[in-house]
Structure formats: structure tokens, C-alpha cells
């Protein structure tokens, strides 16, 4: 009898415990409310310098951010300039994100969709092959989007894609001041710029594109490389990028990658139209 009881006990107990583990498993992390202060860091191109300077300086002051790697700027002859797919395993290990910024860094409006589909997967393929995780980011080459792009990127399972800061501004050449992040309205695969270091991108639009990061709202900074040895016009010195990051800590901000989003944002939930928040702000430029 006794035997029979302390049977029935615990199975009742392994029960219990199998179950409560189920809904660890199928309960959905809830998303946090959006701090103020929330920067996204985004580093474009897979620049040297990623693995020299910005790695050790963002591991210093604890940042995360995301690496966009492509092979189409030269990434496979120059090794000089350019991460090797070695590098950014290693940036994978240290715990950044590495997104996908296509295999030929072509502009996506001007690529039949097939072929699109086969540059962003090519990305995909070569991270898998070096166990990286497959990447949930994406960025736009030359900050070139439409909606075809958009398409292709859902169907491969992108989460998040970031783009400039065009058509609702002109693209600066050199640097400017972009749009904060609005996840209430901005399509998940369309998140533009906040800021985008350049010669014409001095300390005080860097302070401004901190600061639009309130109410709701995400700062998400496009940097390249620090310095940008092949590429001036979007160059940044790396005390500079240092003073960004003191100014970071010094403000108390929550530092995050692209794929961190998902702890505040729903990726699934973009607005039916993507570009409908983009049109929307055009039509009221016109307005004003
Ligand atoms: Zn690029």
C-alpha cells in the first residue's frame, strides 16, 4: 500500500515538473517597454577596423552592436582592409551580431528578385557553414530598398532590416542626421537611421541622434569603418569614436544590437503596408 502511494507521489511530482518545464519552454518572453536612452549600434561594410578598433572598444565599455558583412567591396582579395570570414567568426564569439549585407553589395532595386534571393542567401549559407548563427538583420546596400526587398527578406525569416534615412530626407554624402526609430509606426524591416557618422557629422548631431531616443523612440547609428581607410566620406576617427562611446556610458544607455530589438519590439507585427509610414511622412512633407 505504502509502496503503491510512493509510486503515485512522484509520478505526480514528475508530472508536475515536466509540466511547469513545458511552459518555460512555449511561454513567450515578454517584451520589455522601450527606455529612454535605447541605442542601436550598426557597423556597415565588415571594415578591418571592426575587429581592431571597434571590437575591443565596445567589449571595453560592454556595447553590444551588429557587424553587416559582404564580400562586394573587395572582402575577398583585400585582407588588408577588409574582415575575412575567420575575423568575423571571431566577432560572432566575442558576442556581436553579424547581419547580412548581401554577397555583391549590389543596389537591390536594380536586382531581379531570383537573384537578390541568391545574394542574401549566399550570406546566409557562408555563416552556416562557419557556425554562425543565420543571420535575423539585414542591411540594405548603399541604403537602396523597395518593396520587392522587403519581400525577399521576410520569406528568408529577417526579423529586422535598417536602411539610411531616404526618401523621407536627402542622403548625405558625407554624414547627417537621419529619422529615430519608431517601432509604433516604422515597418521592422524598414528601421532607418538615426545618425550616420561622416566629415559632416561632428559631436553635436551624435548628442542629437542620443537624444531622439525617448518616448517610445530607438537612436540607431550607422557607422562605418573607424577610420574608414578606403572610404572618407564616412570616415570617423577612432578618439572620436571613443568619446561617443564615454558619452554612451556617461548617459546611462542601454547599447544594443539590431537582433536585441526583439526584447522590446514584435518583429511580426510590421503595418500590412511597409512603406505605409514612409509614404505617410512624405505626403506630410509636401503639406508643410
Ligand atoms: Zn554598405
Redesign the pocket.
Known amino acids: 500500500m505504502r509502496h503503491t502511494f510512493v509510486i503515485r507521489a512522484s509520478s505526480f511530482v514528475i508530472c508536475l515538473l515536466v509540466s511547469l518545464w513545458l511552459n518555460v519552454l512555449s511561454a513567450a518572453e515578454p517584451l520589455k517597454p522601450i527606455p529612454d536612452h535605447l541605442v542601436v549600434l550598426t557597423f556597415?561594410?565588415g571594415n578591418k577596423s571592426d575587429i581592431e578598433v571597434v571590437a575591443p572598444l565596445l567589449a571595453k565599455y560592454g556595447f553590444g552592436a551588429t557587424f553587416f558583412v559582404?564580400e562586394g567591396l573587395g572582402a575577398e582579395k583585400d585582407k588588408k582592409n577588409f574582415l575575412t570570414w575567420e575575423e568575423i567568426q571571431r566577432l560572432d564569439k566575442l558576442g556581436f551580431e553579424i547581419g547580412n549585407?548581401t554577397r555583391r553589395?549590389i543596389d537591390v532595386t536594380q536586382q531581379p528578385r531570383d537573384q537578390l534571393d541568391a545574394d542574401v542567401g549566399y550570406i546566409d549559407e557562408q555563416c552556416e557553414n562557419r557556425g554562425i548563427p543565420k543571420p535575423l538583420s539585414f542591411c540594405y546596400?548603399?541604403y537602396r530598398h523597395n518593396l520587392q526587398a522587403v519581400e525577399v527578406l521576410k520569406k528568408r525569416g529577417y526579423k529586422f532590416a535598417r536602411r539610411g534615412y531616404e526618401p523621407e530626407m536627402k542622403q548625405e554624402l558625407e554624414g547627417g542626421r537621419g529619422l529615430a526609430y519608431d517601432p509604433a509606426v516604422d515597418h521592422p524591416l524598414l528601421i532607418p537611421t538615426t545618425g550616420a557618422p561622416g566629415p559632416k557629422f561632428n559631436y553635436d548631431d551624435f548628442v542629437w541622434s542620443v537624444d531622439q531616443a525617448r518616448d517610445g523612440k530607438i537612436c540607431v547609428l550607422t557607422f562605418h569603418g573607424v577610420p574608414a581607410r578606403l572610404h572618407p566620406w564616412v570616415n570617423l576617427a577612432p578618439t572620436e569614436f571613443e568619446r561617443y562611446l564615454r558619452y554612451l556610458k556617461e548617459k546611462d544607455c542601454k547599447v544594443i544590437a539590431v537582433r536585441d530589438l526583439a526584447h522590446y519590439v514584435d518583429p511580426t507585427k510590421g503595418a500590412a503596408d511597409p512603406y505605409a509610414e514612409i509614404q505617410k511622412r512624405l505626403k506630410g512633407a509636401k503639406k508643410s
Open positions: 556597415d561594410d559582404t549585407h553589395h546596400p548603399g
